[in-house]
């Protein structure tokens, strides 16, 4: 064998093994991008679990103020029916005061 064939069957063998670690770092970086893929994917889920969690919470709260905000209504009706009752009277009882007095000149 000739210096020329010993060194060419050196670079076959390097270029052989270069192309053994290019397909296995092809191999580690799909496999990596199909981990972070789905790394994302999950944390992304789980903070969507966390948010409609909250919106029950807030939607309860909401309905719970809502509730409330009825009973009180409920509440201020009637007085407030009796109140301005009670102001017409007033207003009435005035009016037959003044029309009580005389008013001598």
Not at 8 to 19: F, N, V
Not at 48 to 68: G, P
Not at 85 to 90: G, H
């Amino acid at each position: 064998m000739s210096e020329k064939d010993i060194l060419i069957e050196r670079l076959e063998r390097k270029l052989a093994e270069k192309e053994r670690e290019i397909r296995s770092l092809k191999q580690v970086v799909g496999m990596s991008y199909e981990n972070f893929k789905e790394e994302i994917l999950s944390e992304v889920n789980e903070r969507l679990k966390e948010f409609e969690a909250k919106i029950v919470e807030l939607s309860k709260t909401v309905r719970t103020l809502m509730d409330e905000v009825l009973y009180l209504k409920a509440e201020i009706s009637p007085k407030k029916e009796e109140v301005a009752k009670k102001v017409v009277e007033r207003e009435e009882e005035k009016k037959e005061e003044k029309s009580d007095i005389i008013v001598c000149d």
